[in-house]
């Protein structure tokens, strides 16, 4: 079973700010609490992506037992808690207790300088 972002517990409404644009830091992974909706946003090439911050293998944050879960290279995330792996682009499980698995992405746009939950136009 695949979750979306909105069937966790908390989900933030449709146009929350989640945070400013320039916070977000190139080549790492910033983890946001959007009340105690926790959320993890990465700049991938011009691209930013917003994920739940909750492994689909036991729903830990990814991001428990150590903050640095971004591969050197910047394409795979991994939990720190049993090292499943997934796609930075995508959320796609790429090994480990993430195959067959992926994180739940948060729909996300730019305007005026922040990160918003929703799709441009909301």
Known sequence: ???G???FPGAPPLGKVICA???IPRGSVL???LGE?????LSVGAQINVFVNAC???FLPLDQRSKCILSTDGRRLM???HLAEFNSSDGQGVTGFGIGTCLAA????QKDGLLIVGDAGV
């Open 1 to 3: 079973m695949k979750l």
């Open 5 to 7: 972002w909105q069937d």
């Open 21 to 23: 644009v320039s916070d």
């Open 31 to 33: 983890a946001v609490l």
């Open 37 to 41: 909706y926790p959320v993890l946003v």
């Open 56 to 58: 689909p293998h036991h």
């Open 79 to 81: 939990c720190s808690n």
């Open 106 to 109: 948060v729909p996300s746009h």
